[in-house]
Every structure is written in C-alpha cells, then in structure tokens.
C-alpha cells in the first residue's frame, strides 16, 4: 500500500511511518489492506511460475555448464522473470487502482474495479504496464539469484538443515535489498502506468517503459525514480529472506519423502 501510493505521488513523500499512521487517522485501518485480494490471488501463480522456471533452467544450466555459477544462477533468474511477470501481470493492475488515493471513492472492491474498467476502458487498459513488469522482474531476479549465489558460495558449508536455512536467510534478505536498488524505478513506471485511467480515444501520458522512465526523470527529478523505495526494499529484503529459504525448506522435505518412498519395500 506504501509503496504504490509513493510510487504514483508526484509530490514528495513522508517517511513511512508518517504514512501508516496518516493513513490509519484519515481512511481506517482497514485501508492499509485494500488491494489485498488481487495480490492474495496473484500470489499462487506469481510464485509458482517464477520458482519452477528458475529451478529448470538452473538444473538444465547447471548440467550444461558443469556445475553452479553465478551466470548460471544469474540466467535462470533472468528467466524466472519473465514467467513471474507474466503470471502476475493482470492481477496487479485492480491491486494499484484500489490503492490509489486519487480512487478511494471510486472503487468499492476489486470486482467492482474490474467492472468500471471493462465498462469505461479498451480492453488494452489491462495491458497496461506488462513492459514495465517484465524489466521489473527480469531485473530483480537476475540480480537477486545471481548474488543469492555468490552470497552462499562465501559461507562456510554446512550440513545442517537449521544452518542451511540461517544462511538462506541472510543471503536472502541482503540480495533482496540490493536486488531492489537495480528495479526501483522500473517498478515506479509500473505503478504509473496501472494507476492512469485509459480513455477511449486520449493518448495516456505513459505509453512504453525507457522514454516513460526518462520522462519522470526530466519532470520530477532522479529521486522521483525511487519513490517507495524505502517500503519496497523493506518488502523485498524480507520476501527475499523468506520465500527462498521456504522454497529450499519444501524441495528438501519433498526429496526426503520421495527417498523414503523409494526405500520401502512395495506390497504384494
């Protein structure tokens, strides 16, 4: 909620703080969770596309190169991207309308966005921002696996699942921030371009990612670029921890379950 109303403000931003409790005092705090069933929805194929697709092009990279690297690591997060984009797109744009100040009377639920958007707009209104997604996410998971790699390679080896999981950890949350300082400012075009109502027959001001990038730099500054940052990262640096050690936590009990599968003796 923070970061999206950071990212489409084009006047400066409070401190993070000051927006949560501004946002409790004037709209409830039910508002810090609007948007919550669009994300909620896109979460299931936002990171099953993007985990899956990493895992098989880490392995088949892996078997071709002879081992792991951080190329390795780096492309199949580059690919991981895409799938993730991908599958995420369409759920984001009913997530940062909701979220938008500008429509806090506009919308009454996610349904009812999706049905104003349907009865007012061209169909290409939920097209919106997929540019942007795509250099979003092919940035910060390029980035965040390639370094997750590096991270862990530097660490003295463990065989503990409890110290495996640690590392992860940390490696997870460091290369989420920094992850998250290379697709910054694609995430803030992102926000934009979902957060502008099409009308029929009226040319958006933001129309493709690069020149729309620049055009917030020219008009508003660098900074403007990095709007949300300081909500995002924190975001991400905990959803970098978290999701990758849980990840690593399932494959483990998964292979564990199917090696003891494979042991036992089978009836008859």
């Not at 919550?36 to 896109?42: F, R, S």
Request: hydrophobic fraction near 45%.
């Amino acid at each position: 909620m923070i970061k999206t109303r950071f990212q489409i403000s084009t006047t400066p931003n409070p401190s993070v703080m000051e927006a949560l409790v501004s946002i409790v005092r004037n709209e409830g705090f039910l508002r810090l969770y609007r948007g919550m069933l669009p994300e909620m929805a896109g979460m299931v194929p936002k990171s099953s596309a993007m985990y899956s697709t990493y895992e098989l092009v880490r392995r088949e990279g892996e078997r071709r190169n002879g081992g792991m690297s951080v190329a390795v690591a780096s492309a199949a997060g580059l690919a991981s991207g895409v799938a993730e984009a991908a599958a995420v797109h369409l759920f984001q744009i009913p997530k940062v309308r909701l979220q938008a100040k500008a429509y806090n009377n506009k919308y009454s639920g996610t349904l009812d966005c999706l049905r104003q958007m349907l009865r007012d707009e061209p169909l290409s209104a939920f097209g919106r921002g997929l540019g942007p997604t795509l250099w979003r996410n092919m940035v910060w998971n390029t980035v965040y696996f390639g370094l997750m790699h590096h991270i862990k390679s530097l660490l003295p080896a463990t065989e503990s699942r409890l110290g495996s999981g640690v590392q992860t950890l940390g490696a997870g949350f460091v290369a989420g921030i920094v992850a998250t300082c290379f697709n910054a400012p694609f995430d803030a075009v992102k926000s934009r371009f979902q957060a502008e109502v099409v009308v029929p027959g009226q040319a958006p001001k933001y129309t493709s990612t690069l020149p729309s990038l620049v055009t917030i730099y020219r008009e508003e500054g660098l900074s403007a670029c990095y709007k949300g940052f300081a909500p995002k990262a924190i975001r991400m640096g905990i959803g970098g921890a978290v999701c990758m050690a849980t990840f690593e936590l399932v494959c483990f009990l998964l292979h564990a379950d199917a090696a003891q599968a494979a042991d036992e003796p089978l009836d008859g």
